[in-house]
């Protein structure tokens, strides 16, 4: 084999979180060895738990489901941007902070690396809240921008590609809104409203997947190793006839 494979998903539990208020993932066994001579597992689950890849159907009723997505677009080359150095709680990543770090090239995948995979459940500094509530996140400026690139599709190493104050969360946990709207008066003397208007709610979702410009979220695994780097990259969803986003591994294949 003249490649490495770098893992980039998240390990895939009870314990994984979905995404607020979709159903977790359940899994008992059905049976057992004794009698019966094999293992057999029953697993009930949502499609949003751990790494798994939108598809369009998700918000856009004549969008494709995940097995009409050509394998030529889950399989290509891409990047893999880190933006940890400015990313905070509630902060905002734009197309020049991708560009300033690395090149991309039209149709290719974007991988963006804020860091904030180090707050999911499976690592030492686990927060459930700041990991699915409180990461950086995109304004119309960047869906826009990725119009222009014609990207294939879009990973994050956190709960969503949208920023969570501009998704339900905002109405969910208002302390959490209230939070926000304080930190982005403070940095950019706009509030959460004038940032984040009605219009461009779920924009990364609303705007790019009519496009079939959608995205992958909660990667994970050994991101770290490839940070900046022009990689080839695989999502490997299930080939879901009907599936409006699947649970899916997603690795990188480097040369020797």
Partial sequence: MNFKIVELSQPLSVLTPPWPTYEPLQAKFFKRLVPNGANGQLITTSNHVGTHLDGSLHFC????????????ELVADGVVVDVSDIAEDYGIYTSKDILDRVEVKEGDILII???YHHYSWDQPQADEVRYMCKHPGPTMEFADWCKKMKLKWIGVDCGSADHPMNTKIREWMPNLAKECDSYLKKKYNKSLEEIFPVPHYQLMHIQLFPLNIIHAENLGG????????RVTIGCFPWRFVGGESSICRIVAFLDK
């Fill in 222 to 229: 050994d991101i770290d190793k490839i940070l900046n780097k």
């Fill in 113 to 115: 690396h804020t860091g």
């Fill in 61 to 72: 009723t004549h969008g494709r489901d995940i097995a009409s997505i050509p394998l030529e």
